[in-house]
Nanobody, 114 residues
Framework: QVQLVESGGGLVQPGGSLRLSCAAS????????MGWYRQAPGKERELVAS???????NYGDSAQGRFTISRDFAKNTVSLQMNSLKPEDTAVYYC????????WGQGTQVTVSS
């Protein structure tokens, strides 16, 4: 089992940047897949970015070229650097860890507005 705690959300102006962090309760080195998802009001949860235990990354269409996922084994964290933010990036962002099942964090709100 693994507990996940997200941080780093907030209010940012269009064009700005935010860095989200997900802290895991145990080593992430053997977690098959970790990622970030988001859910906007009235919409389904969607993949933002993911990274396998081998370091292979995958990005949703909306994140391509603007967001970067990374991990720190020493701190057991997975981060999401978000640049050139747009109002349509406004959502609750969730950290996910996939082992024998899916584990989710409680989410962190990101609001992009002027």
């Amino acid at each position: 089992q693994v507990q996940l705690v997200e941080s780093g959300g907030g209010l940012v102006q269009p064009g700005g940047s935010l860095r989200l962090s997900c802290a895991a309760s145990r080593s992430i080195a053997n977690i098959d897949l970790m990622g970030w998802y988001r859910q906007a009001p009235g919409k389904e949860r969607e993949l933002v970015a993911s990274i396998t235990k081998f370091g292979t990354t995958n990005y949703g269409d909306s994140a391509q070229g603007r967001f970067t996922i990374s991990r720190d084994f020493a701190k057991n964290t997975v981060s999401l650097q978000m640049n050139s933010l747009k109002p349509e990036d406004t959502a609750v962002y969730y950290c996910n860890a996939r082992t024998y099942t899916n584990f989710w964090g409680q989410g962190t709100q990101v609001t992009v507005s002027s």
